[in-house]
């Protein structure tokens, strides 16, 4: 920043200076998602200033009540004191079961639906026993951009993974892109999230069966982060067993674990609870390579009884009673989940506007030859900044989001911002902060 524009900063320049020293960081631009969050709370604490917090990705929105009151009912019945079955009490498997009937048109038994201590865990599991399926299969691959975590469970396991930023590879360049990868005989596994975070492009159904028909060729597992389901609000998915729905892999393969959030589209993020779905054809599987570390060699038996157990022994007993509420009331129709999230798409609309009305532009703009959704993220850029420099100019604005280099994207020019911690109260302020920081770079 020029030292001329120093004083002129909606937010004291000593004072966030100071505190990124304090902090340690070598470069904000490069800070994870919660370093960014814990300096953001320093500088609010001190200064009073409330910034337009863009870096996290936590719902906005109170948790829906049919949750809330279902938890509440099972804790004064006592379920606190009770061990729940690692793989799940039978009311919300059975839940989960004709959930993904009614809103994705697959069938997947009620034993192959398992609650997870959030889809956070349900990676973890997935990775560690899908490592373990053949000892030539060691690595997973990374569809990009996306959740800069599940590399890093990656680092924490000690295991082997790639990746490629999907941008460039859409439509029909995405088949000879997977194959190049998919005929090295290394990869177990692909992982990608639908809607993508951090970009907001969604795979179209051509690009799903792309991906099935080469996950049939080579055996692949196709891992499906299904974190901001339905929320591609340029389509109704929130009528049970009624189309469109939700696009998925698992119309086109048989080798498919999905992972459903109930963080988002629920808003339950504080209870840490999410699905872990496998296909009937893979949860009974038998698979040799997992004698070595289960005592069974049928995949569903060594993820539940082996990996989770050893992880978790389960996910809380209260939570399940909620979560199974709210499927329920989804499955029968009286509850509209995705009514309740939209707000989220309508601020993006509004926000991505005040940013490229002050010189940004938006970085991941199309999916395939239509424009990108309004969601829960959207990505954008600044000319003659780099994604890192960007964010450590932002922050003295008053704003707040990551950078995309640690998502795996290969335009690092750009930042990744989230809707949902932004009141449209704050719409005014950021108008303004965005106006001022194109005056000071104009």
Avoid at 92 to 103: A, G, T, Y
Avoid at 166 to 174: A, F, P
Avoid at 222 to 237: N, P, S, T
Wanted: hydrophobic fraction near 35%.
């Amino acid at each position: 920043m020029k030292e001329i524009f120093r004083h002129d900063t909606p937010v004291n320049y000593e004072v966030v200076t100071r505190k990124v020293k304090e902090m340690g960081l070598a470069s904000v631009g490069k800070a994870s998602i919660r370093e960014i969050k814990r300096l953001v709370d320093n500088i609010e604490r001190e200064t009073g200033d409330r910034f337009v917090r863009m870096e996290m990705g936590i719902p906005g929105m109170a948790p829906s009540e049919i949750g809330t009151n279902a938890e509440i009912e099972a804790l004064r019945k006592g379920v606190a004191a009770i061990y729940p079955d690692i793989d799940g009490t039978p009311e919300l498997k059975n839940e989960i079961s004709k959930f993904v009937k009614n809103f994705l048109d697959i069938e997947v038994k009620p034993e192959a639906c398992i609650p997870t201590v959030g889809s956070m865990q349900g990676s973890f599991a997935a990775f560690l026993t899908l490592s373990r399926m053949s000892p030539e299969r060691d690595t997973t691959l990374f569809i990009d951009p996306g959740f800069p975590v599940h590399k890093q469970q990656h680092r924490v396991l000690g295991q082997k993974f790639e990746s490629f930023d999907v941008y460039d590879y859409r439509g029909d360049k995405l088949r000879d892109k997977l194959e190049s990868y998919f005929s090295k005989g290394n990869i177990h596994s692909v992982l990608y999230s639908n809607p993508n975070n951090p970009s907001w492009i969604c795979f179209t159904d051509e690009e799903l069966k792309t991906i099935g028909e080469l996950a049939n060729k080579y055996n692949v597992v196709i891992c499906e982060d299904l974190a901001y389901f339905g929320m591609d609000f340029r389509k109704d998915y929130s009528r049970p067993g009624v189309p469109p729905y939700q696009p998925t892999v698992a119309k086109y393969t048989n080798n498919y674990i999905l992972f459903i959030s109930s963080s988002k589209v629920f808003s339950y993020a504080g209870q840490r609870i999410g699905m872990m779905v496998i296909s009937n054809d893979l949860f009974g599987r038998k698979v040799e390579g997992l004698r070595k570390y289960y005592n069974v060699d049928i995949f569903g038996r060594a993820m539940i009884f082996g990996t989770v157990y050893a992880l978790s022994s389960g996910t809380a007993h209260s939570a399940q009673y909620a979560l199974a509420a709210m499927l329920k009331a989804a499955n029968d129709g009286s509850f509209n989940f995705i009514d309740e999230v939209k707000i989220y798409g309508e601020k993006a609309h509004a926000m991505k506007k005040m940013f490229t009305d002050n010189g940004f532009h938006i970085v991941y703009d199309t999916d395939v030859d239509k424009p990108i959704a309004d969601g829960f993220y959207f990505t954008i850029a600044y000319p003659g900044y780099s994604g890192e420099q960007l964010i450590e100019e932002l922050i003295y604005y008053g704003i707040s989001a990551i950078s995309l280099a640690i998502t795996g994207s290969e335009h690092l020019e750009g930042l990744r911002a989230c809707v949902s911690l932004v009141h449209p109260d704050q719409f005014p302020a950021l108008e303004a902060r965005l106006k001022k920081f194109h005056e000071h770079n104009s």
